[in-house]
């Protein structure tokens, strides 16, 4: 490349830096840095992007003229809702392995992508996904170009390959959207939904590209690689007629009551009235700024009379006990007096509400019948305020889900369940005697809810913080049991044959002893140091001794051997038995080495030892007191020098969860249990789940053991969201498959 007459071009092989060349390592280690930051920041950005999309779509489903293309939105947000870590993780596993092909130069277009003699084989579909993909990437190429050209051009110094082309480019838009594409691929679902979540992506990551391009660049420079090279800009004119249009923002936020008009639509077109709803549109109070009329003043007063008698109603009703899931707002229609079309329709919605909140399974029977006892109060909030359905904050829809967070712990057969099952009746109590058309109550039922939860904070950061010192100090452990499983394990591979007893002493016993040292005086201790010279020391002395020096040498060293030998397996705290067996044997071991070597011969088996058997890879589980609570911990079992293969190469299973994942544990023997991941240990990624409220306050779970038991049926992760937008967004499903 030469020097361009304008000076904002520097030829990479010009360039002082070119004359230096970075050590492989440090191209490495300066690649291995890009890698990691752009995979922070997308994923970061992903998350982002996908709130907005979820927005997006909601909008789209509210404006759709036909019923196919608002199930397809409405589809795709709640995909892009209750998949977004299997998004995310998948995205960064397909980062990571397209980034890391490109580096080792390997060429070819990524899986997904057909090159252009290839599309006849592709289907309709398959060839319209990858002609979005392959339009979208260009755009974000021509968008980004100011901050890619001087990339690509550092990028190829480090790879040393000065004419590196786009395509090459480990963090090219090509590679980023394909890895897009990949992830929103492992969906369960249609091509039309993976496009619409694909091409809402499209409209918000412009900015998102050319802040990680600015990234990159920047952490490149500070790294002095390349840092006066600049760009070849485009015409103007050009740059622009390739950027994609910007969309218009809105102007004013939707109406409180349009999450209300799209359910009533789609439950009128379910019941076969949807003609009939479309037009009765205009006059109904469903579109944005039209008044509601108030409900009449006499169906409020039968709501009233029947919430405040809701506990001798479910009695009354056929088969119906005193904690029976009864939806009773589906008697209301036949007890109210005449009926308004928005009064009857929201009757319904509401009752398919709680239809959905007594089928979830995230909350215990018992909590289902009290906040069934709320359907009245409930059914009364919803026909005097609309935004009920939209507004996370209305202090009723607040409430709910308040429960249902208080809840999904729950173990009714633990105090502090009781307790728990205690403060939402009484919350619930609360409603039902003083609401009457003030939704003080419910702000009032709040208040006891969030003051129970700050409660069961505090008293889980305590089982969290000693929980936590627990599994550091276990892993330390585990370290040093690791680092002395490998000392002994690299002497005794280098050695053809050794006595058995020695063996199995330095296997079992002598493990102990030096992870005992490692953990608590350090490796570079003296009595770690004299515990390996005295390993060394024992091997040497039961091999042949055929010259007179080593035999000497063997009558020298025996008393301060052996006195170390006792001191290691008393640290490993052996017991009298089996020292004096193990001594005992060595008597015969240093005999026979003397022996052997007077003959001349080897003390060598015609057939070596057997190796250990390999055991499979199973579950084990111990229980660990921590002062007044205890910890389980779960872990993958396997044979000694024997390692757990990735999680996602052994399982299919992606486990990096986010703190505040709540997942139900079914494990053999053991009453299902579940617990909210709290902390993650820094140094091997142990999850740590707790529950105030469980019988097991604490279990201590590495990934591995985690993906196992996922895979078995063992654990489920439990969604995030709150209560009534899962029931929302399965009303809205159930609805648009009608």
Known sequence: MSQAANGKVVAIGDHPRAKARLSPQESASVLSGCRDLALDRMASALRGMLDRVEADLFDLAENAKDRDAQAVYLDARAQARENRASIESSFRQHFVDCFNRKVRGERGAPKGAAQAGELSLLGDEDLEEDIAIS??????????EAELGPLVQRMGFLMERPELEDE???????????????????????????????????RHAE??????????????????VLPEVQVRRAPQGKREEQRPTPVPAKETPPAPNDLFASLAQLLGASLGTAGGAQQAATTWPLAPGAPTPPPAPALMDELTRMHRDVATMLPAI???????????VRNVKSTAPSLGAVDAMTIDIVAMLFDYIFDDRHIPASVKALIGRLQIPTLKVALMDKSFFSSKSHPARRLIDLLAEASIGLDPNTSAGRCALEMVEKAVACVLQDFEADVAPFESAISQVE????????????????????????????????????????????????????????????VRA?????????????????????????????????????????????????????????????SDEQRDAFFGALVDCHAAAVKAGLRGMAIVPDTPAPPPPIEPVSIESEVIPAGDIQVEEIRLKTSRGSQVRNVFTRTGIWTNLQRGTWVEFTRPSHEPTRARLTWISPNKGVYLFTNPMAESAALSVSPE??????????????????LVDRAVDSMLASLKGA
């Open 135 to 144: 339009d979208m990437s260009r755009k974000l190429q021509a968008a980004c």
């Open 168 to 202: 090459a480019n480990p963090v090219s838009p090509a590679l980023v959207c394909d890895a897009l594409k990949r992830a929103f691929d492992q969906l369960q679902s249609s091509f039309k939904v993976r496009m619409a979540l694909l091409r809402g992506l499209e």
């Open 207 to 224: 900015t998102e590209f050319q802040r990680l391009y600015h990234d990159l660049n920047a952490h490149l420079v500070e790294r002095r």
């Open 318 to 328: 056929e088969g119906a006990g005193p904690d029976a899931l009864v939806n009773i």
């Open 451 to 510: 003051a129970f939860l700050e409660d069961q904070k505090r008293v889980e950061e305590q089982i969290v913080e000693r929980s936590a010192r627990l599994i550091e100090a276990r892993e330390r452990q585990e370290l040093a049991r690791m680092v002395s499983e490998e000392e002994v394990s690299r002497r005794l591979a280098v050695r053809q044959w050794v006595a058995p007893p020695v063996r199995s002493m330095l296997d079992e016993h002598w």
């Open 514 to 574: 030096l992870a005992d040292v490692h953990a608590i005086e350090g490796e570079g201790s003296n009595t770690w140091q004299g515990f390996m010279l005295t390993m060394d020391d024992l091997l040497w002395s039961v091999e042949p001794k055929a010259s007179p020096e080593d035999r000497k040498r063997l009558v020298a060293m025996l008393p301060g051997m052996l006195r170390h030998l006792h001191d290691g397996l008393a640290r490993a705290k052996a």
């Open 705 to 722: 053991a985690l993906a196992e038991q996922m895979r078995l049926g063992q654990a489920r992760l439990l969604g995030d969201a709150a």
